[in-house]
Nanobody, 127 residues
Framework: QVRLAESGGGSVQAGGSLRLSCTAS????????MGWFRQAPGKEREGVAS??????SAYYGDSAKGRFTISQDKNTVYLQMNSLKPEDTAMYYC??????????????????????WGQGTQVTVSS
């Protein structure tokens, strides 16, 4: 099982930017579906973005399109978040799975079918 460690959360004002990082415990050439979920208090967990490591295949949820960009460098996946809004406030979790078939938006990965989760990093956006 891959261990994941997130960093980069914090507090910003609306319109600001943050970059989240998720580092896997080991680098492997074996491709994975990696990405980010978020969960705000009292709300359901929501998929944000996913990427197939080693390929340029990235997928976004509706809340992320046009504002967030997911990318990967070796064993680290990044989520660049721009034009942040108060409704982006949530705990952000990194997740990964070796099953690539569910990585496309709406697939099994987006339903939480992952085999590794990070501890989460808090993002707070003030108005």
């Amino acid at each position: 099982q891959v261990r994941l460690a997130e960093s980069g959360g914090g507090s910003v004002q609306a319109g600001g930017s943050l970059r989240l990082s998720c580092t896997a415990s080991e680098y492997t050439y074996r491709r994975k579906c990696m990405g980010w979920f978020r969960q705000a208090p009292g709300k359901e967990r929501e998929g944000v973005a996913s990427i197939v490591t080693g390929l340029a295949s990235a997928y976004y949820g509706d809340s992320a399109k046009g504002r967030f960009t997911i990318s990967q460098d070796k064993n680290t996946v990044y989520l660049q978040m721009n034009s942040l809004k108060p409704e982006d406030t949530a705990m952000y979790y990194c997740a990964s799975h070796f099953d690539l078939s569910g990585c496309r938006y709406g697939g099994s990965w987006w339903l939480g079918n992952t085999n590794s989760w990070g501890q989460g990093t808090q993002v707070t956006v003030s108005s």
